[in-house]
């Protein structure tokens, strides 16, 4: 149970079917244990471990003031660079090849062996020609970001980051990265799940 949020969760508010979800452990659990496992004894385990659950609490996600306000942007592209001696140089040029095209989205995150840019298509032929010289590793087009505000305070929410990604994970959207300050949460999506993705945080920030 403790290897799927999903299905604790499930478990814990009695959305599940305890006999049918015993049917589909009864081979695993078989195979773990080595011996033969009764279809009642996995439903009385199962029905143990859903009263030993955190009681469900309201989920409800407290956003900023500025009720229901997301900002969405259209038509990104992501790059993917291996990180050298040149990318703090190559970064410098991008940002100020890029200075004058106001309104325009461009991320960098720099991790530990790659760099990644998040941009505008508009900006494109700045990103190749800033990083010409260096080893492209990925490259994913028509994506679009989705931004929602937290609060300032929002950091001491623990578990603030899950509830807003479950939500879309249980409207199966897949989201292709994540970039976060303090007060602000962009999801970068590819754009076929935009739509969804809106309505879920639209809800949110309705609170």
Request: aromatic fraction near 6%; glycine fraction near 4%; charge should be neutral.
């Amino acid at each position: 149970m403790k290897e799927s949020p999903f299905l604790s969760e499930g478990l814990g508010r009695g959305l599940i079917n305890l006999s049918e979800l015993a049917r589909q452990l009864q081979p695993q659990l078989e195979s773990d244990l080595w011996k033969p496992v009764g279809q009642a004894a996995v439903v009385m385990a199962l029905r143990r471990v859903a009263e030993r659950l955190p009681q469900a609490v309201n989920d409800e996600i407290v956003l900023t003031q500025r009720t229901g306000e997301l900002i969405a942007r259209t038509d990104l592209i992501e790059s993917t660079f291996a990180l050298s001696d040149y990318s703090n140089a190559c970064h410098r040029q991008l940002l100020t090849l890029a200075e004058a095209q106001h309104g325009t989205f461009l991320t960098v995150t720099r991790g530990i062996s790659e760099l990644m840019v998040i941009c505008s298509r508009s900006l494109t032929p700045q990103v190749e020609q800033a990083f010409r010289s260096e080893r492209q590793l990925a490259r994913l087009e028509s994506l679009n970001a989705v931004t929602l505000y937290l609060r300032p305070d929002s950091y001491r929410t623990p578990g603030i980051f899950h509830a807003i990604l479950k939500k879309l994970a249980w409207d199966k959207i897949n989201l292709v990265n994540i970039i976060s300050t303090h007060t602000e949460l962009t999801l970068i999506l590819e754009k076929e799940h935009t739509g969804a993705a809106f309505s879920v945080l639209s809800k949110i920030a309705a609170h």
